[in-house]
């Protein structure tokens, strides 16, 4: 689609060149360590050497009689103020600063404030803490047997380590398709723990004004509107009522889901500055960002395929035991206990389908969070898209002709899934055969055989996902209760320039690039004159924030309709100054002009002047709109991925030889920033792949809790990705588009795997968990007698 | 704990301070002398996010004591635009959006500035070879590398570099 206006407008469809990039590329962005205020003090926190301890006593003494120490904060602090506990988004509790007893490994234990990041961090080590080790627990099955250790002993009442259990779907149904199957497959999957690493860490400012009793935090947050609202449901008894507390979200070095939960960190900087009267500012280093902050994923996976002789999927079945660590806090949407999982029978029309998860408590950090996903998609794709190669492997099918064959046609959308969710829309066949024509499939299934022949290792990997983002529609979608729709607000100003307002906050997607776009697409007014703010809670309208790719499809949206409300007004005022009817206006991108008469027009210019200059009797001033936008539906985005690699029998070593990628995320603002989008995702789709885990000792000691040994990819190991696309356009969203920051996250994971157990399923290999580490693969060429 | 007067000059500019034994270069370049622009992603000289110029050379400044820089010249990313003038690694990383949430930006543009003073015409290997010190969690690295090459080309038609 050729974009409706100039490049001067830059509406949808421009590749217009970023209008953030100017500070970052003179290193004047401002983010959270960039922000010094006058008389500012610094937080540090001391933290546990064990996974699960009583705390026999703290003895603050030596370290608050040390130079710049202002004070010492323990849980008996915090107690005293009702301040030791809060809520996780999910509705469990979590310790701020702990009075009995601690539950993981690097877990918050007291903080020092003092008048230098130097004075701090030796002061925390002055801290002395008496602990009495207890029996830890890690393994979530072991939490779940009789006889377990039981946690969370806060809770009067809670007599085993399960959280929920959750289920979805026609269990009694699936078993018979299941029973009346030719074939079944069934694989045991499991998606380890990870970190997403933004390499900005979190922290925070928090500046507590005594005089008019007004708190400002700045704080690295996604979704600062939300915890406003946090901090004043947990604060309310303290005096902090919301229209004194101010979040602002300033630069953000990256979120990826990291920077949606509230950590005990900002809470104590926040009672700090409230007791003391000073800003205090905490900044984690990256040893406590990977060890303490929110994980992802760590699902147990046992899943089973059922299907016919001919490769016709019938029916899906799927077992989880979901590890949260010492307490929920993922940051779900409030009914989805297990995120969106249920999106698990993917791209596939799969006519039974029945799955259940168990949420455990361990001796583990919290969390649940995601990983660039949408709430727990990635699992359901990376166990969907091995389990139908596994499928293809039984069967010894090609897996890209099993794909095509079990495809939801594209005549069946809008499609109801038996796991209940309405695709909105979809071409899967189209994206998978562009994807196999720019990799020459055929041609490289033919060499694979041919190096086959000579004990070469290639494989060749196929991921079909499908994803579901933009939470969501507001009958079923809220977190804490307050409803996931987003906002906008547009004022458009004399001069025809315009500032826009958004409930939302970028960390590097660039909506102060493609929201002004959008605002340019609807009004005609150049997206280098929309100036687009986001972060600030006193000045932008109420949003849920960014995450889970729902930033274009709910507040994008919300942009469009407030648009189109001023749109409306503007009409009204283009025909007081023509002197006609209004329905006798037509609209072109920045101007109505007379139906036949088309030299008799306003531009959007000219209106905005007469909106505060001449705007009919009767009417407001002003040229001003806003829009929550609650979304009708989901969007579902999807791909095709094909990976190759090739193995190093004598390391073990996968090299990714190509990736390509087909990508179809509806109607598209800015092709330069989708791609960039796409680019990154797979870099982290193929992290947790090939590198990223973060496990546990049997003592609970974290393993890889640094960078040292937790491996982001490199451009090393990252290769020139190959990206395309298809276009089928949202039918509910206002101008087409799905979201496209995660899609290659999700996507990514299955191909890669996919094509390692391809390069080596002659050998009889089935199934590799990831991330796939030249060790796993060496272990296995050495057992089947292939290592060099 | 003892103190060290030193003298840096910093972007061309000669400045001092008096400073602890264990100050790091990069908070004397963050907190005494409000030079923001290099930032900070690990305790372990992993990410490179620090990465600046000492003596022309590239080093992570959160391994780099403030006192081993007396005497010595340090280059950030606040010194690369020159006379209003973007430098041609700048230009690159925002013509091929070799950036997203911008925090790897200033230490991977001196990392590049670094490569394309000692190797006029990279390949895309090399490149990536030179940058692999450089964490980015957002970009993939593709565009960083297209934004590399952008600036070496821009060097071939006579802009100076580094």
């Not at chain 1, 920045?590 to 306003?602: D, E, I, L, N, Y």
């Not at chain 2, 590398?145 to 080309?153: F, G, L, N, R, S």
Request: aromatic share 8%.
């Amino acid at each position: 689609m050729s974009p409706r206006t100039s490049a001067e407008v830059s509406g949808m469809g421009h590749s217009m060149k970023r209008k953030e990039d100017p500070r970052f590329i003179r290193g004047k962005g401002n983010y959270i360590d960039d922000i010094q205020l006058p008389g500012m003090l610094y937080l540090d926190i001391v933290r546990s050497p064990f996974a699960h301890a009583k705390i026999k006593s703290i003895n603050t003494d030596k370290a608050s009689k040390m130079p710049g120490v202002l004070a010492v904060i323990t849980g008996e602090t915090l107690a005293k103020f009702n301040l030791h506990w809060m809520p996780t988004l999910m509705s469990d509790t979590q310790m701020v600063l702990p009075t009995e007893k601690v539950m993981y490994q690097a877990q918050e234990v007291a903080a020092v404030v003092a008048t230098s990041r130097y004075a701090a961090a030796d002061a925390i080590e002055a801290v002395e803490v008496d602990y009495d080790p207890l029996p830890v627990v890690v393994d979530p099955f072991r939490a779940l047997e009789p006889g377990a250790p039981v946690l969370r002993t806060d809770k009067k009442d809670k007599k085993d380590n399960r959280i929920f259990h959750w289920e979805a779907g026609d269990r009694a149904a699936t078993d018979k398709a299941f029973a009346e199957a030719d074939v079944v497959v069934k694989q045991d999957l499991y998606i380890p723990r990870i970190h997403v690493a933004s390499i900005e860490t979190c922290g925070c400012i928090a500046d507590f004004d005594r005089v008019n009793g007004k708190l400002t935090v700045y704080m690295t947050t996604q979704a600062p509107h939300a915890i406003r609202t946090v901090f004043a449901l947990v604060a309310g008894h303290v005096g902090l009522s919301e229209e004194r507390i101010r979040i602002v979200s300033p630069d953000i070095g990256g979120g990826f889901g990291g920077k949606v939960p509230v950590y005990p960190g900002y809470v104590i900087a926040v009672a700090a500055s409230v007791v003391i009267g000073k800003p205090v500012k905490w900044i984690e280093d990256r040893m406590e960002n990977l060890q303490a902050d929110s994980f992802a994923r760590d699902y147990h996976v046992h899943a089973e395929l059922a299907a016919r002789k001919d490769g016709t999927m019938t029916a899906l079945r799927i077992k989880t035991i979901a590890d949260h660590g010492y307490a929920d806090a993922a940051a779900n949407p409030s009914k989805f206990p297990a995120g969106l999982f249920s999106i698990c029978t993917g791209s596939y029309d799969l006519k039974r389908a029945f799955v259940e998860v168990d949420g455990v408590y361990t001796n583990k950090p919290p969390g649940g969070i995601a990983y660039r996903c949408s709430f727990r998609v990635t699992e359901a794709v990376h166990t969907i898209e091995r389990i139908t190669d596994v499928l293809a492997q039984e069967l010894k099918m090609d897996p890209a002709q099993l794909r095509l064959k079990n495809f939801i046609p594209k005549e069946k959308f809008p499609y109801k899934s038996a796991l209940g969710w309405e695709y909105d829309s979809g071409d899967y066949p189209a994206a998978l055969k562009k994807a196999m024509q720019i990799a020459g499939y055929e041609r490289l299934r033919k060499e694979q055989a041919e190096k086959r022949a000579r004990g070469e290792l290639m494989g060749i990997g196929i991921s079909s996902f499908t994803e579901i983002v933009g939470a969501g529609p507001s009958k079923h979608f809220d977190i804490l209760g307050i409803k996931m729709f987003d906002s906008c607000e547009i004022r458009v100003h004399p001069t025809g320039k315009a500032i826009a307002r958004f409930g939302t906050k970028s960390q590097g997607q660039g909506h102060e690039t493609t929201y002004a776009q959008i605002v340019a697409e609807e009004l005609g007014i150049p997206a280098a004159h929309v100036q687009v703010e986001e972060g600030d809670t006193d000045t932008a309208p109420y949003g849920l924030g960014t995450y889970a790719s729902r930033s274009t499809p709910t507040a994008g949206a919300a942009g469009a309709m407030a648009a189109r409300k001023i749109r409306d007004k503007a009409r009204k005022i283009a025909a007081h100054l023509l002197e006609c009817a209004e329905d006798d206006l037509v609209w072109e991108p920045g101007k109505f002009s007379v139906k036949g008469a088309p030299q008799r027009a306003k531009t959007i210019q000219e209106i905005a002047f007469a909106a505060y200059t001449n705007h009919p009797q009767g009417m407001e001033a002003g040229l001003e709109a806003v829009d929550y936008y609650d979304p009708p539906n989901l969007t579902f985005p999807f791909g095709s991925y094909i990976c190759v690699v090739d193995i190093d029998r004598g390391t073990g070593m996968v090299k990714i030889r190509r990736f390509i990628a087909v990508d179809d995320c509806g109607n598209i603002i800015n092709p330069m920033i989708v791609d960039g989008q796409i680019h990154g995702g797979l870099a982290m789709g193929m992290a947790p792949a090939l590198l990223e885990e973060i496990s546990y000792d049997e003592n609970g000691n974290i393993q890889g809790g640094s960078f040292m040994d937790y491996l982001l990819p490199t451009a090393m190991e990252t290769p020139r990705w190959e990206t395309d696309k298809t276009v089928t356009p949202s039918p509910h969203h206002p101008f087409g588009a799905k979201g496209v920051g995660e899609s290659a996250t999700v996507g990514a994971p299955p191909a890669i795997a996919n094509a390692v157990v391809d390069a080596l399923a002659h050998l009889g290999v089935k199934h590799i968990d990831i991330p796939i580490t030249p060790e796993k693969v060496w272990r296995i060429l050495k057992e089947k007698g292939v290592a060099e | 704990m003892a103190t060290h007067k030193i003298k840096v000059t910093v972007n061309g500019a000669p400045r001092e301070a008096e400073v602890e034994s264990r100050l790091l270069l990069v908070h004397l370049l963050r907190e005494d002398f409000r030079l923001t622009g290099t930032h900070i992603g690990c305790d372990t000289t992993h990410c490179g996010a620090c990465t600046v110029l000492l003596d022309g050379q590239p080093v992570k400044s959160c391994t780099v004591l403030a006192v081993q820089a007396d005497g010595r010249q340090v280059a950030t990313v606040e010194g690369l635009e020159k006379d209003g003038k973007l430098h041609p690694v700048q230009e690159g990383f925002w013509q091929e959006h070799g950036l997203q949430c911008g925090y790897c930006t200033p230490g991977m543009m001196m990392t590049s500035c670094a490569l394309l003073a000692r190797n006029a015409n990279p390949s895309e290997p090399e490149i990536r070879e030179a940058i692999s010190g450089n964490l980015c969690r957002c970009t993939g690295y593709l565009n960083i590398v297209k934004a590399v090459q952008y600036a070496a080309a821009k060097q071939k038609e006579g802009v100076h570099v580094a």
